[in-house]
């Protein structure tokens, strides 16, 4: 029994030892690895710019189209057969030359016909003159009665009014006969020609088609940022595919009073020389225009980094950079134009952008 006593009082005293370890171990202090917190990676080192203002000779590259200075498509005012072609297609004719005439012979007899009734008409109103005057001096003496004065006079009136009206006949009977000669209305080309030798052709009748090319008509949009800048008189030049590099040169003679809302351009027109015709109706023309002497901002070009169409650049925000979408513009040398979304002052990354993210911690260092 003593023995047994001696063993539980002994695994007492162990079991005290033990409890007093583990609650020496709760005060002990924390491993040192875990006392430091987990660090981010390292700051990129980076060279930045400043968006700044500078100036540039404005031009702008858009691609436009020619068109006819003028376009006539020439009809008959007059019915009746065609006796004479004159003008065909690809000639050119000057302002006033006939190109074609109509069987004038009954448009002569309505001529003589008219003639002959304002012949009548002018004898009748000078003889109501004569017997008006003579009215008129036995009225004063008081030997005729005021109704028989009223009824000369009366007839006077209505053979002056014939006489007019045989007049305007005659006029219109010589128009018709004019209308038998189609003249062209301005010096140009043909076109096409769409009646025959021959034909019978009734009033609307489409005769040819007319257009003048020298000088010729350039039609572009220009871009909504360069509107501002637009101004009649502004020279252009142009290029075409047909004849690379030949420039042309002209004026801007018509600017549309608003903008095109799906496009966002306005539409400008342009005459342009054209002596040898190597200019056609219907190409397509490689534009600049020159705008004149602007400002704007720019940084430098290596700032821009480009993904599926969007120009973007890092932005410099309080030891981290910022990705912002921005327009570019011109370039000039290695700088770009930056149209919208940077503002002047702010300072973009300009080395190792393929690096950079939305949130990347920098230390920024301006560039030399």
Partial sequence: MRLKSLRVSAFAGLAAALGALALCGCHQPAAAGVEKEEKGPAPISIAVATAHQQSLDRTAEVQGALFPREHAVMSSEVEGAVVQVTADFGDKVTAGQVM???????????????????????AKLANSTARYNRTKALRQEGTIS?????????????????????????????????????????????????????????????????????????????PERFVPLARVGMPVKLTIDAKPGAWYTGKITRIAPALDE?????????????PDGALKPGFFAHVTMDLGRDRALFVPSLAVLRYAGVARVFIIDGGVV???????????????????????????????VDRLADGTAVIAKEQS
């Fill in 322 to 352: 910022r990705a912002r979408e921005v327009t570019t513009g011109s370039v000039v040398g290695d700088q770009i134009e930056i149209t919208a979304g940077l503002k002047e002052g702010e300072q973009v990354a300009v080395s190792d």
């Fill in 262 to 274: 799906s496009s966002r351009t306005l539409l400008i027109e342009a005459e342009v020389a054209n």
């Fill in 100 to 122: 074609m005439k109509i069987n004038p012979r009954e448009y002569e007899l309505r001529v003589e016909a008219a003639q002959a009734a304002l012949d009548q008409e002018r």
């Fill in 146 to 222: 005021p109704e028989q004065f009223d009824q000369m006079t009366s007839q006077l009136g209505v053979d002056q009014a014939d006489t007019e009206s045989a007049e305007k006949a005659l006029a219109m009977a010589r128009k018709k006969l004019g209308d038998t000669e189609i003249k062209a209305p301005f010096s140009g080309s043909v076109q096409r020609r769409m009646v025959s030798l021959g034909e019978y052709v009734s009033p609307g009748k489409e005769l040819y088609e007319l257009i003048a090319t020298d000088p010729i008509k350039l039609r572009c949009p220009m």
